[in-house]
């Protein structure tokens, strides 16, 4: 099971838990919305020292990255004579505030992909990299994929944990994923009395302004303008939903439950 999340301390009254996807779900999610990482291995010019590159990636089934790299570069040269490396995923910031961003580190080998594999890969990736077609059967280049070992996940501010790497490759990303990005825009153009209501009833907070960070299946996260500043808190939907409709429905049911 994924490691224990760790919190911030907390003193005050006993409030309720809010159902959230797993850590494996949210770096399976957090992989899936990105196709570009920094590939961290080991330099051979100084021995022990870890080498930075920007990597495009694709994902396989079990969620491994693979990689579709050169001979002649630096990182493909340190993988040949080792393959440990790290890769790290982040999201953009929802706030302005880098620290605040979800993101992920993937530990493990990465091994040239044997010929049988090829032509499975070579679809995945370019599917999510459609550009490489005009370079992916040059002789020069080869397919990688990074066997993980281990893998740490940070939420934010205080969320982070580590992850198995089995209950990583039985995740999958959030349903919501792809749509997120058109909810957040929708709600916090149009609904900010509604975030504002929704933070009183289910929160107890009142709030001047309030924008929607974060949503996915189980719930979603506001950021509020308050009297003693800015707060965020999560609020459960009151079932999962898999859809933009399915969204939108649950969100008019409990800001009209509110309302009542």
Do not use: C
Not at 57 to 85: E, V
């Amino acid at each position: 099971m994924s490691a224990t999340p760790r919190q911030h301390a907390y003193t005050g009254p006993a409030l309720p838990i809010i159902p959230e996807p797993t850590h494996a779900e949210r770096a399976r999610t957090l992989l899936h919305l990105n196709s570009i990482a920094t590939l961290s291995t080991l330099s051979r010019k100084q021995p022990g020292f870890p080498f930075g590159s920007l990597m495009p990636y694709a994902l396989d089934p079990a969620g491994r990255p693979i990689f579709l790299i050169s001979n002649m570069a630096m990182h493909t040269q340190n993988l040949k004579a080792d393959p440990r490396a790290s890769l790290f995923v982040t999201q953009p910031s929802p706030d302005g505030n880098p620290l605040g961003a979800s993101r992920v580190t993937l530990i493990g080998n990465v091994t040239q992909i044997p010929d049988p594999d090829k032509p499975l890969v070579r679809d995945l990736y370019l599917a999510r990299h459609e550009s490489s077609k005009y370079w992916v059967d040059f002789t020069d280049f080869s397919f990688f994929r990074m066997d993980i070992l281990d893998l740490y996940f940070v939420g934010g501010f205080g969320v982070m944990g580590w992850v198995q790497p089995s209950d990583y490759a039985h995740a999958h990303p959030d349903p919501l994923a792809n749509f997120a990005r058109g909810i957040l825009d929708h709600m916090n153009a149009d609904h900010q009395d509604s975030m504002i209501l929704l933070a009183r009833t289910h929160a107890q907070i009142e709030a001047s302004e309030a924008s929607m960070t974060a949503v996915d299946r189980l719930g979603f996260h506001l950021r509020l303008k308050t009297n003693e500043g800015f707060k965020g808190t999560r609020i459960a939907f009151p079932h999962q939903v898999t859809t933009p409709l399915e969204t939108r429905t649950a969100l008019v049911q409990m800001v009209q439950a509110a309302r009542a």
